[in-house]
């Protein structure tokens, strides 16, 4: 605010005083700073004049016969489009309980008369200068909603227009790296596939990741708690990442004793199983094995993704869940990562009322562990009505669709080499 430039020229004040001496003489001290002066002799005058010119600053005599300047400093601080203009009292009286009550009333400052010049041009240049940097504030703020909004446009057309193509190309060469052999395309052809189902897989996780993650941080995203069994749920959500473990041969093993039913926002929770599964399978070596287990404990749902990768070092383990560092490894077979995914499967894990934990022994593989609370806020739960715990998404079924399609293509060996 230091290197706010001021010009006069482009500020208004209004005089307000009875007396035309007085005026001419406020006139003739804020003319010669280059300041643009109104006038008004009455207090009925100074509201007309200040709705009709919306001055940048009032300088207001108190003892007026119409209205005094204690009526007027009323009205002006009852009109939304008039109260934020600020109000320097002229005032012959030097009675402090007459001059705590204009400040009450919302004066600014005041100024008693006879002023001294260089008083008078001092408060209002200090005042004036409060206006200015008012001003580049409104203009600054105006300009980073400008930004807000474009912002939320561009991550409306990721959502709608980028999401759903990737998530298709993502499919699709998952398909293909399972279903074609390196005998039937060759070396050069299958390495360039998987490249393009490593790239496809993590721009999708990056693009589902930062739209979530966003959300979150701006305030958008709500929270709708179901009563469902869990154990359903991921199991559903972590079968999403079948094609991705096939792709490393990868077997996946579910640990899981029987329903345990607990109120969770079931779209939160297949996102934090689709990013552990996605850092499993990362992590973990070609041929290697995924353990997904589910317990409960009195208060919450327990659920564990465990590899038998690559591990975390000691040093690197506090890195993973601090906001403060971006932290991110390339996986056994060099995909990349956004360092995102864990930060956002710790805020949906709390807003489940549950909370992430990390084992992990470096060489030997991790444990990703989330509960669930069994008791949400009400106000916030929606009983499923059809019984079911959750739906499938179009999305899902389409996924279902596309890998019967695929099965079926393969089955019938209609893929030539």
């Known amino acids: 605010m230091k290197n706010i430039a001021i010009n006069p020229e482009d500020y208004t004040i209004l ?49 007026m016969p119409d209205m005094d300047g204690y009526e007027v400093i009323k009205h002006l601080k009852a009109d939304p489009a008039l109260q934020d203009i600020p109000v320097i009292f002229l005032t012959a009286l030097h009675n402090p309980e007459d001059i705590v009550k204009g400040f009450k009333l919302g004066a600014s400052d005041y100024v008693s008369k006879p002023f001294n010049h260089e008083e008078l041009i001092t408060r209002v240049s200090h005042h004036i200068y409060l206006a200015a940097a008012q001003r580049t504030i409104m203009q600054q703020r105006d300009e980073l909603q400008a930004t807000v909004d474009a912002r939320d446009k561009m991550y409306s057309v990721i959502a709608h227009d980028l999401r759903s193509p990737i998530g298709t190309l993502k499919m699709v060469f998952n398909m293909l790296s399972i279903n074609l052999t390196q005998q039937q395309i060759g070396e050069d052809n299958m390495e360039m596939i998987t490249m393009g189902n490593n790239i496809t897989e993590s721009t999708f996780m990056l693009l589902d990741n930062l ?65 552990l599964m996605s850092n499993a399978i990362k992590y973990s070596n070609e041929g290697g094995r995924i353990v997904i287990s589910v317990r409960e404990t009195p208060t919450h749902a327990v659920i564990s993704v465990r590899d038998f ?24 077979k060099n995909e990349e990562g956004s360092g995102l995914g864990l930060q956002l499967v710790q805020d949906l894990t709390r807003r489940n009322g549950g909370e992430l934990t990390i084992e992990s022994t470096l060489g030997e593989g991790s444990t990703f562990t989330f509960t669930i609370a069994k008791v949400q806020p009400k106000s916030e739960t929606v009983e499923d009505s059809e019984g079911g715990g959750y739906c499938a998404s179009l999305s899902d079924k389409w996924f279902d669709s596309l890998t019967a399609f695929f099965r079926v293509e393969k089955a019938e060996e209609t893929i030539s080499p």
């Open 309 to 332: 990768g690559t591990g975390i070092s000691e040093e690197n383990l506090p890195k993973l869940l601090n906001p403060e560092i971006h932290h991110t490894t390339y996986g056994t």
């Open 15 to 63: 005089a307000v005083d009875d007396i035309a001496t007085n005026i001419m003489l406020l006139k003739a001290v804020l003319s010669r700073a280059k300041y643009k002066i109104v006038t008004a002799s009455g207090g009925n005058e100074a509201l007309e004049k200040a709705a009709t010119e919306l001055p940048d600053l009032i300088l207001l005599d108190i003892m």
């Open 211 to 275: 739209l979530k993650w966003t959300k979150s941080q701006i305030g958008r995203m709500n929270t709708v708690f179901q009563e469902v069994d869990i154990s359903e749920v991921v199991v559903f959500a972590s079968k999403m990442s079948d094609l991705v473990a096939q792709v490393k041969n990868i077997a996946v093993e579910y640990d899981i004793p029987g329903p345990i039913t607990v109120p969770c926002d079931v779209d939160m929770v297949k996102t934090i199983m689709r990013n």
